[in-house]
């Protein structure tokens, strides 16, 4: 096994990462950016390594390209052997790290619900289906429904234009109210202001519905049509495609392995992004949903903090203030409605990898209980999707995670390092 | 309303007394903290298996396993009940010999066994690496998913009438009652603690200790592995001294997992995963199937075995509280012997004839003074 030393380890290279890890060099340490990507840019700017699109992608790319930080991708964190000591696997085989500080930026992940149908071909995560998109999975004149909740349905929506799709429809969850009175909070955000208003320019002629979501999915081996509940109507849609998400949850799963205080299923820091473990930092999508303005300012502070310079500037604090608005508008104006708990009938899958029905999980106590009972969440995805659909469902808390925190090969715990490779040095 | 007996401790020890006393017509309430097979249970390997170190536990377990193939029909499917058999896998000849001893003494309690050759064992488990010396084969052997059958085992008893109640933490017990976590009482005439590590938590003087485990389980897909398979060496580990030890106990899933076990130590009482632990479980596991190297470790997880200075359990009145029985204490084997306690504690608690000699088991072997304990 290898073994790398570096003063302040950066997990995962979205922006909040990049931010970090740049500007914890340019403070004066020495930083290690590694992510399970082959390349940096996490899901929001993902692609965009080679050919960034935007003011803020173009920047942070370039800084990052000419910065000394050294970056390794393709590596999977396992667990950490020791505190400071991360053990990754990756396509040469498992490699560990030691580091002094560590600052976390693993963003976050989609929330799926179930409904009926949710798992037939053809239905697919608003996000994923954009990642698929992006790496050139044909929609070229497909009808594609786009159904859920927040900012990331219009992203999916534009990307899927983009690509050539015919999209049908947005339907948002929310109601009409608590979205305008987030577009006037927008009006505060310039940058989100501008992208709000490119994406509508793009997304001219689609119909955009709120109070709208999808009851349920049909087709036999394929998705053939959507119930939408619109208001107090329902309707069918035939479609090709599905994509739906119900905003984003934080990827809290190393906070839990290191034991770093959480609430409301974020994680909590200071004004330095330090988390309640010395240490250890976290910032962007991880410590509470707030976009990728946020994520940079955050990764920013974290990068300069781990470095040693704790001092913030007026314009930094400024800009976290305003992102931190901003991500508490996105939390009060997408609030999923009760209705969505209870689309799922029993016979409704909840959790794919194990095969669990809804019925199944909602007869149990806690997550813990259903675990145990049904085998929910213990596949191979281990709950990373169930739990956060368990969490709105029936408002239990997230299970503890398990080392490791990916599949890994059985070698990964056998390999020792000191015997069989002398340690490099980065 | 005073019930005939409280039950404090919702895992398969306690789930299986109240089932056989609700079934005996007593009012049973079961209390149970957290989630039923919550603890030891839920860390179980679930080898439904005839121990033999001393002759207690050998009639403890064979008279356990037994009772498991006679419920057997009724588990649901859930319950995954197989009877899988163990093999007891020979390194070299003194191990052989040894195999050859253990089949005399699980014969004494009716358990056949039978010793298999190196190409037998190739034949049997051709993922097993080349050069072991053979084994014993014990067919009657079983596995079983413990949470769910300490699960069904409490629906039973609700069923007969019990209360089960889940999220109920016992503070204190009293005369004749127990104090709740909420500052409620509910009396009883008999209180049964079998909540495993956490008995001193409600009866000083009860020598109960955490002994740490590892378990790791692979993803899907694995080399078949047909049995159990278990070291000869386990027992040395299992009871040896206070060191930590490693032993080779690898169980097959149906859903084609494979299950890794085990380890053992006293002195870690946190429950987080110890790569060193799990490194040299891992290790072990390979010296005896090698295509392990190949595999994928989907998740390990940590459990408490609630150990007793001589390894058998507590089963019987404890004699510092007059109307407290206990019934804790079982290490590794609590889900193997669930049954086997909850008829031994039933008859002794209703004055019906005793399955087997209860002295070997009886709490007072570790009685303090009453009046200390008491105090304390």
Not at chain 1, 112 to 139: E, M, R, S
Not at chain 1, 357 to 375: I, N
Not at chain 1, 397 to 407: C, G, K, Y
Not at chain 2, 211 to 223: D, E, M, N, S
Request: some cysteine; charged content about 20%.
């Amino acid at each position: 096994m290898r073994e790398l030393r570096t003063e302040i380890l950066v997990i995962g290279a979205g922006p909040a990462g990049i931010a970090a890890a740049v500007s914890a060099e340019r403070a004066g340490a020495r930083a290690l950016l590694v992510d399970m990507q082959s390349e940096p840019g996490g899901q929001v700017w993902r692609g965009q390594w080679d050919k960034p699109t935007n003011r803020q992608s173009r920047r942070w790319i370039a800084a990052l390209r000419q910065s000394p930080v050294e970056c390794r991708y393709g590596l999977r964190l396992v667990d950490f052997a020791a505190p400071g000591l991360a053990v990754f696997d990756g396509p040469d085989g498992s490699l560990r790290v030691r580091c002094e500080r560590l600052v976390v930026a693993t963003g976050a992940r989609e929330r799926l619900l179930p409904f009926p149908g949710w798992t037939l071909p053809g239905v697919f995560g608003a996000g994923g289906l954009q990642v698929l998109v992006k790496n050139g999975w044909p929609v070229a004149g497909k009808r594609v429904v786009v159904a859920g909740s927040g900012p990331l349905l219009l992203a999916a929506a534009s990307s899927l234009r983009a690509a050539g799709a015919q999209v049908l429809l947005v339907a948002e969850q929310a109601a009409a109210a608590d979205l305008a009175r987030f577009a006037a909070r927008l009006a505060s955000h310039p940058a989100k202001l501008v992208q709000a208003a490119a994406l509508r320019l793009r997304l001219a002629g689609v119909p955009y519905r709120s109070s709208a979501w999808v009851e349920r999915a049909d087709g036999d081996e394929q998705l053939r049509s959507v119930r939408l509940r619109i208001g107090r109507y329902s309707e069918r849609l035939d479609c090709d495609a599905l994509a739906v998400g119900f905003g984003l949850v934080p990827n809290i799963e190393i906070a839990q392995l290191l034991g770093c205080t959480l609430a409301d299923g974020a994680v909590v820091v200071d004004e330095q992004q330090h988390s309640s473990v010395a240490g250890i930092y976290f910032a962007g999508e991880a410590c509470g949903i707030g976009g990728v303005d946020q994520a940079l300012i955050q990764g920013e502070i974290a990068g300069r903090a781990a470095a040693g310079s704790a001092r913030l500037s007026f314009g930094l604090r400024r800009a976290r203030a305003r992102s931190e608005r901003f991500a508490r508008a996105l939390d009060r104006h997408f609030t999923l409605r009760d209705e969505l708990r209870h689309l799922a009938a029993a016979d409704t899958v909840l959790c794919r990898c194990e095969n669990v029905g809804y019925g199944a999980a909602q007869v149990c106590r806690s997550q813990r209980d259903a675990r145990l009972q049904t085998r929910l969440g213990m596949g191979h995805c281990q709950g990373r999707v169930c739990g956060a659909a368990c969490a709105f469902l029936f408002g239990w808390d997230a299970a503890t995670p398990r080392p490791p925190l990916a599949p890994v090969p059985l070698s990964c715990f056998t390999a020792s390092p000191t015997e069989e490779n002398p340690q490099e040095s980065p | 309303m005073t019930h005939d007996a409280i039950i404090v401790g919702g895992g398969i020890v306690g789930c299986a007394i109240a089932e056989r006393l609700a079934r005996a017509g007593l009012a049973v309430c079961l209390l149970e903290r957290d989630v039923l097979g919550g603890a030891a249970t839920a860390a179980s390997m679930g080898h439904l298996v005839v121990l033999d170190d001393d002759t207690a536990e050998l009639s403890l377990s064979a008279y356990s396993c037994a009772r498991w193939r006679e419920l057997a029909p009724q588990l649901p499917a859930t319950a995954e009940y197989r009877r899988t058999g163990t093999l007891w896998i020979a390194r070299d000849a003194a191990e052989m010999d040894e195999a050859a001893r253990k089949r005399e003494r699980l014969a004494s309690a009716g358990v056949d066994g039978e010793l298999v050759s190196p190409a037998q064992l190739a034949l049997l488990e051709p993922a097993l690496a080349p050069g072991l010396a053979g084994g014993l084969r014990v067919v009657a052997d079983a596995v079983v998913y413990p949470p769910v059958a300490a699960a069904w085992l409490a629906r039973r008893a609700v069923a007969a009438g019990a209360q089960v109640r889940c999220g109920v933490e016992v503070r204190a017990i009293g005369d004749g009652d127990v104090l709740l976590a909420d500052g409620g009482r509910l009396r009883a005439r008999h209180v049964i603690v079998a909540n495993g590590c956490a008995v001193p938590e409600l009866l000083a003087g009860v020598p109960v200790r955490k002994r740490k485990g590892h378990l790791l389980i692979t993803t899907r897909a694995q080399p078949a592995v047909n049995h159990q398979l278990v070291e000869l060496g386990y027992m040395q580990s299992a009871h040896g001294g206070d060191g930590e030890s490693v032993a080779f106990n690898v169980q097959p899933r149906p859903t084609g997992q494979l299950l890794l076990g085990s380890t053992r130590q006293f002195d870690d009482l946190g429950c987080g995963v110890a790569p060193r632990l799990l490194r040299r479980l891992v290790a072990r596991a390979q010296e005896f199937l090698p295509a392990l190297e190949r595999m994928t470790a989907l998740r390990a997880w940590t459990g408490f075995r609630p150990t007793t200075p001589d390894h058998r359990p507590l089963i019987g009145a404890w004699p510092a509280r007059p109307g407290v029985w206990l019934a804790c204490g079982h290490e590794g084997l609590g889900v193997t012997t669930a049954l086997g306690t909850a008829d031994l504690l039933a008859a002794q608690l209703l004055d019906l004839p005793l399955p087997f000699d209860a002295r070997p088991y009886a709490p007072a072997r570790f009685a303090p003074d009453a009046e200390l304990a008491h105090a304390g």
